[in-house]
């Protein structure tokens, strides 16, 4: 299984992305898909996460109220939505394909197929 990620880029503060995470395979649709970021030198966070039907997300409440996640399975794509970003939301996006479910406290160790990461820079 192969994730691409694409969608970032450079906007100014109180600007709007929307990231795309594609799969190579069409099983992608039965798997909860999360999306993470990464700082320079720091770990990385999650940030969303979808159920493979669409109906349930989660959001971490540094995005939570600025960002919506949602996909279609048909073309086998989950997107993340963000608006009215920050500077402090600048940093590496990756998508993930979730071994578990979807749940409270995600982290890195429940995902096993990774995105290679889009770059969102956001300016004041």
């Known amino acids: 299984v192969q994730l691409q990620a694409s969608g970032g880029g450079m906007v100014q503060a109180g600007g709007s992305l929307r990231l795309s995470c594609a799969a190579s395979v069409g099983t992608f649709s039965s798997y909860t898909v999360g999306w993470f970021r990464q700082k320079p030198g720091k770990e990385r966070e999650f940030v969303g996460a979808i159920t493979s039907s669409g109906g349930a997300t989660l959001l971490a409440d540094s995005v939570k109220g600025r960002s919506t996640c949602s996909r279609d399975n048909a073309k086998g794509t989950v997107f993340l939505q963000m608006n009215s970003l920050k500077p402090e939301d600048t940093a590496t996006y990756f998508c993930?394909?979730?071994?578990?479910?979807?749940?409270?406290?995600?982290?890195?160790?429940?995902?096993?197929?990774w995105g290679q990461g889009t770059q969102v820079t956001v300016s004041s």
């Open positions: 993930a394909r979730a071994r578990l479910r979807m749940g409270a406290g995600m982290r890195t160790t429940d995902f096993d197929y």
